[in-house]
């Protein structure tokens, strides 16, 4: 009786330890099963940041070149605005030498008629010296 009874008991130990044994291999398989998982999504993480790495040197890059292109954009200004400023001087000059050029031409058309004046008087003074000439003689 006894001996049915150790026989029944070493029967439960074995199914218990089989059972045991069973579910440590269904969480052995579950466990490689998340662990796999895990790494998928690990490269899967690892190949986006890879990406995002990617495209966050091409906009540094793009950046850097905006950057270079705004201080070039900059020089230009100042070069414009240089040549502005000569380019006014140069036209204020010339509306100056205009004026002059304005009163030159007024002077000269003044002086010319003075010497007109002056060509009639002469013609004048000719013809009465003339005139003098022929009553001397």
Avoid: Y
Avoid at 59 to 83: S, V
Avoid at 110 to 123: A, C, D, M, P
């Amino acid at each position: 009786d006894a001996e049915i009874k150790i026989s029944h008991l070493m029967k439960k130990i074995s199914d218990i330890q089989s059972q045991l044994t069973s579910g440590q291999d269904a969480a052995t398989v579950e466990l490689k099963r998340e662990i796999s998982r895990q790494s998928k999504e690990i490269e899967s993480e690892k190949r986006q940041n890879s990406v995002l790495m990617k495209e966050i040197s091409s906009l540094k890059n793009m950046i850097e070149e905006l950057t270079d292109k705004c201080k070039q954009f900059d020089k230009q200004e100042k070069q414009l605005r240089i040549q502005i400023q000569h380019t006014e001087k140069q036209l204020i000059e010339q509306g100056i030498l205009i004026e002059e050029s304005k009163s030159l031409k007024a002077t000269v058309s003044t002086v010319n008629g003075l010497i007109q004046v002056k060509e009639e008087e002469s013609l004048e003074l000719s013809k009465k010296i003339q005139l003098l000439n022929a009553e001397l003689q």
